[in-house]
């Protein structure tokens, strides 16, 4: 992969992914590193990406470092920081995770409850499958296949929605 195919992808799916770490982690800081891993990821072993829409690949390397780091922060809790502080850019990133985000949720507010709620577990609330097919008392494949189902459908939704 050369510099300028990089930097296309780069611009075109950067807040895709920190949108996804933003919704995951809750911290601006925790998103900006994981965006930064997951490009670094891209651009040190372009050979990980094989085939398939790279947007999607993009946002599931995403929430796996996101995962990694939310079992992580339940191993060993961190201490809180008294105050927030925020740089000047940090706002413009995250006015622009909120855009991404807006368009997200109302995306997924037009699926049926069945393949919504497991997708917002799955990938907003860093739920397994198995653990989603626990909680939820229906069979794993049930689940698998009402979050592909879903995911399909917001795919489309967002297609058509593309500004």
Same mark, same amino acid.
């Given at each position: 992969?050369?510099?300028?195919?990089?930097?296309? +992808?780069?611009?075109?799916?950067?807040?895709?992914?920190?949108?996804?770490?933003?919704?995951? =982690?809750?911290?601006?800081? $925790?998103?900006?590193?994981? &965006?930064?891993?997951?490009?670094?990821?891209?651009?040190?072993?372009?050979?990980?990406?094989?085939?398939?829409? +790279?947007? $999607?690949? =993009? $946002? @599931?390397?995403?929430?796996? @470092?996101?995962?990694?780091? #939310?079992? &992580?922060?339940?191993?060993?809790?961190?201490? !809180?920081?008294?105050? /927030? =502080?925020?740089? !000047?850019?940090?706002?413009? /990133?995250?006015?622009?995770? @909120? %855009?991404?985000?807006?368009?997200?949720?109302?995306? %997924? &507010?037009? #699926?049926?409850? /069945?393949?919504?709620?497991?997708?917002?577990?799955?990938?907003?609330?860093?739920?397994?499958? &198995? /653990? +989603? $097919?626990?909680?939820?008392? !229906?069979?794993?494949?049930? +689940?698998?296949?009402?979050?592909?189902?879903?995911?399909?459908?917001? @795919?489309?939704? #967002?297609?058509?929605?593309?500004?």
């Amino acid at each position: 992969m050369d510099r300028d195919q990089f930097e296309a +992808i780069y611009d075109r799916y950067v807040r895709v992914v920190f949108g996804v770490a933003l919704r995951m =982690l809750g911290e601006q800081a $925790a998103a900006e590193d994981i &965006a930064q891993a997951v490009f670094l990821t891209l651009w040190s072993r372009p050979d990980a990406y094989r085939e398939g829409n +790279i947007g $999607a690949w =993009l $946002a @599931r390397v995403a929430r796996n @470092r996101c995962l990694d780091v #939310l079992r &992580a922060r339940k191993s060993r809790p961190e201490i !809180e920081m008294p105050v /927030e =502080l925020v740089a !000047e850019s940090a706002v413009d /990133e995250g006015v622009f995770a @909120r %855009l991404d985000g807006d368009r997200v949720r109302a995306a %997924l &507010a037009t #699926l049926p409850d /069945e393949q919504r709620i497991p997708i917002e577990m799955g990938f907003f609330g860093g739920v397994t499958h &198995a /653990e +989603i $097919a626990n909680r939820t008392g !229906e069979p794993l494949g049930t +689940i698998k296949t009402r979050i592909r189902s879903g995911l399909r459908r917001l @795919r489309d939704q #967002l297609e058509r929605t593309r500004a």
